[in-house]
Every structure is written in C-alpha cells, then in structure tokens.
C-alpha cells in the first residue's frame, strides 16, 4: 500500500509541475482578492466541520472573490487515504484544498501532493502562533505544505453517580486510574468501556511511560514497539483492559457515547468511563429537545450524573494523550492556486477561527483558544491538547493506518499476548512501512 501511495502521489506532484523531489513549485504570494475569478472545491472531512461553519466560508469566499465559487464537499474519514491518493494525483478533478488527519499528514507532504506555503503566507496565516506539533506534521524538507485545521484533544468522561456510589474520586495517577475502572467492573457495566482495537486511546499508556512508537536518524524512520517504556505502557494498558472492559477485544474507538448514556428507553448505561476527544460532549447527557423539535442529549448539563477529567500521569499530572484533528492544505494540481490560497487566509481569519472555537474545535490559532470558552470542557481541551503528542511523521504513516497494523497489535495485546514477542514482531512489521517500502 504505502509503495501504491507514493508513486501515485509522486505523478501528482510532476502533474502539478512539481520537482519531482517532494518540493512543490514556489508559490505565487499574490495578494488576497487579486485572483482571476473561477471555482474551487475545499474537501472536509466527516461531520466535524458544521454546517453553519461551511455557508460562513461559502458565503464569505465568495463575498470576498467576486465571480468566484466554492463547493464544499464532505469525504468519510474511513477511506479517505485511498479516496485522496487517487483525486490528487488526477489534475482534471483534484479538489483544491483538501483536510487530511494530522497523522496522515506526513505521507502526502513528503510526495510533493500538496503546494508549498510560502515563507510569508505561513506568517501572514498565524506563523509561529499555529499548533506547534501540528505544524510539524505538515512539514517537509524545512518548508511548511499542510497547516493546522483544528486539534481536539481527548479526556475522560465518567458517571460521576456510578463512581460516587462506589466510593471512588478522581484520581491522581494513571495506576489510581486503573485501579478505580477495575472496581467499578460488573458483569453488566464496563468500568472503563474502551475497544480492544482502540489504539488511539491505548498509546496514551504508551506515552504516559516515556514510550515512543518510532524514532528517526536522518530520513530512516524505526518502530520501537520493542523500547522497554513503550512495553511499560503496553503492559499496563493491558492489565486495564482485561480488568476494566467488558468491550469486544475487535471493537475500535466509535461512539463510546453509547455507553455511559442511559437509553432513551431508560435502559442503564453499561458503561462508567469512556475516553473521547472534546466535542464527544455533546452525544451525552439526558435527552432534550432541541429547537428544531429532535431528540439529543443535552450536552451534559447534569453534573451529578456526568463528569469529566484529564487522564492523569504516571507521576500524576496531566498524561500526554494523543491529539486528534486535521490539517489542511492546497493540492499542488489545484487548477486555481491563488484562490486557494485565498480560502486559507479566511480560514485562519480571527472570525473563523473563533467560529471554530465557539464549535468545540481548537482553533489552530493560539490567539483564540479563549474562544473555546472557560468552562471546564474548554480548560480541560487546552490542558490535554498542551500535554498531547502526535504520530510519527513518517512518510509511510498513513499505510501503517491504512492497513490496520496498530489495530492488529492492540487487539492481540488485549487477547493477552506476550506484549515483548508482539512489539518485536511488529517492530519488523512496521519498520519498513514507515520508509515506504
């Protein structure tokens, strides 16, 4: 997969008039509102951008580029990779601004599929007050091809009425916090209802220890699956699971929601915690009506019966969870560039971002993070996503994802499998991956 991926996204670039070396044209820094009229089409990515966001964007993209369109298409996160790869390397119909996860960054940048930001764009978009580590992502060869879209950052959502009834607190390590999940298992309720597969919460426990997924010397990137934190966090994470979950060792990381929620027909819920980025608020809670006469949750409103709180470390402290978001970038076969770049510059305007805000979405602007509000949902966003870390930035991260390698793993994990002889397996397994082979 991650050899298909390259060569595709590498005739992208060439089609784009690219170098050939990863490295996209030097871009035209032509001003904002100076671009030949046309149409362009931003991809975004799931339900995560709302609606009311989109018509924002349509309708001022269009206010500010007279005779000019945007068509705003949403693509599903399940196959984008593929999906991408194969619209970016086609100059007909590549889409012109794409959103893409920030762990799937680093494949696309270093294929040349996206056009390099200028120098002065980077700083007229928010410069060096962009999500450092998300930048990161979108890097390659010292220039920057992907910027920040929006993070969201994951902590723990509990009954705070199930754990009150058993006489728990919140705790203050991550041991507590295994410890805690595991009383609160009965046969019908998961004291912590995580999936098996579920690695982008697990590596929280990876990362709590000092554990690192991969290392790089140069532009060769190496799994450490095998590094004695990393099989720390591993271990731990396992002893929690088969102690705390009643879940499927096959389940993934979709709608925890369901189980720390009653059901609408006032079943109890069969779950006590769950872990799930920010904007999972507002799929729990008791049901309301909303305006519009439907059925929701409200968001959490009962704080006797819902609560939530940073995973904490090892040591105590706030653990370093994994950052969920998505950058976003200019495809290098876009057949109109400057109104592109264009887009962008409306996207990090201080309105948008403060929209983004105002939606449960971290700005990637750190000028508007308040934006997010002051409650405890917006405090406790800002303090994991300032402790959180990333993916590697390997070239081939998005074929390891892809191919479900890290799924694998952490199901065997959780069947109770050698976690030593696994991480050296998969070391073997992922390695070349991660170079494109």
């Known amino acids: 997969m991650a050899s298909t991926i390259t060569l595709a996204l590498a005739l992208s670039a060439c089609g784009g008039g690219g170098t050939g070396d990863g490295a996209s044209p030097e871009p ?16 975004v990515n799931g339900a995560d951008t709302p609606d009311e966001l989109r018509e924002w964007l349509k309708t001022t993209f269009e206010e500010q580029n007279p005779g000019s369109t945007l068509t705003i298409e949403e693509q599903s996160w399940t196959d984008l990779v ?15 601004v794409v959103e893409i996860g920030n762990t ?12 390099e930001i200028s120098p002065a764009l980077f700083e007229e978009l928010g410069g060096d007050k962009l999500l450092p580590s998300f930048v990161a992502a979108g890097d390659y060869d010292g220039k920057h091809f992907a910027l920040p879209y929006y993070f969201g950052s994951r902590y723990v ?12 607190e919140v705790p203050k390590t991550l041991a507590e916090f295994s410890e805690s999940v595991k009383k609160l298992r009965t046969d019908t309720v998961s004291g912590f209802a995580i999936g098996g597969q579920d690695w982008r919460n ?10 690192k997924l ?4 140069g532009t060769e990137w190496t799994s450490t699956l095998s590094d004695p934190n990393t099989i720390k966090g591993l271990e731990m994470w396992q002893d929690m699971f088969k102690g705390a979950s009643n879940l499927p060792t096959t389940r993934k990381d979709d709608a925890y929601w369901d189980f720390i929620n009653d059901a609408p027909d006032g079943t109890p819920a069969t779950g006590a915690t769950i872990m799930a980025p920010g904007w999972a608020r507002w799929s729990i809670g008791d049901m309301t009506t909303n305006d519009k006469g439907e059925a929701v949750r409200d968001g959490m409103k009962d704080d006797t019966k819902f609560d939530i709180f940073a995973l904490p470390g090892v040591d105590g402290g706030v653990a370093p969870v ?11 076969n876009s057949q109109h560039p400057k109104l ?23 700005p990637a602007n750190s000028d508007y993070v308040s934006s997010l509000g002051d409650d405890k949902f917006a405090q406790t966003l800002i303090e994991t996503a300032q402790a959180s870390q990333l993916t590697p930035a390997a070239p081939g991260w998005a074929a390891v994802e892809g191919a479900n390698v890290l799924e694998e793993l952490f199901q065997k994990i959780a069947e109770g499998g050698d976690v030593t002889a696994l991480a050296k397996e998969y070391d073997a397994k992922i390695t070349p991956m991660l170079n494109g082979q």
């Open 340 to 362: 592109a770049e264009n887009l962008l510059r409306i996207i990090f305007s201080s309105d948008y971002q403060k929209m983004l805000g105002g939606a449960g979405l971290g």
């Open 202 to 211: 697990g590596i929280s426990w990876v990362f709590a220890n000092g554990g």
């Open 322 to 332: 994994f950052a969920g978001g998505s950058n976003i970038a200019i495809a290098a």
């Open 214 to 217: 991969a290392t790089v010397d």
């Open 104 to 115: 799937q960054a680093p494949t696309f940048t270093s294929v040349g599929a996206f056009k």
């Open 28 to 43: 035209d820094d032509t001003a904002s509102g100076a671009a030949e009229a046309g149409d362009i089409t931003l991809w």
């Open 82 to 96: 593929p999906k991408i790869t194969t619209a970016l390397a086609d100059p007909a119909n590549a889409p012109d």
């Open 157 to 168: 959502f509990y009954r705070k009425d199930m754990w009150t009834a058993a006489g728990l």
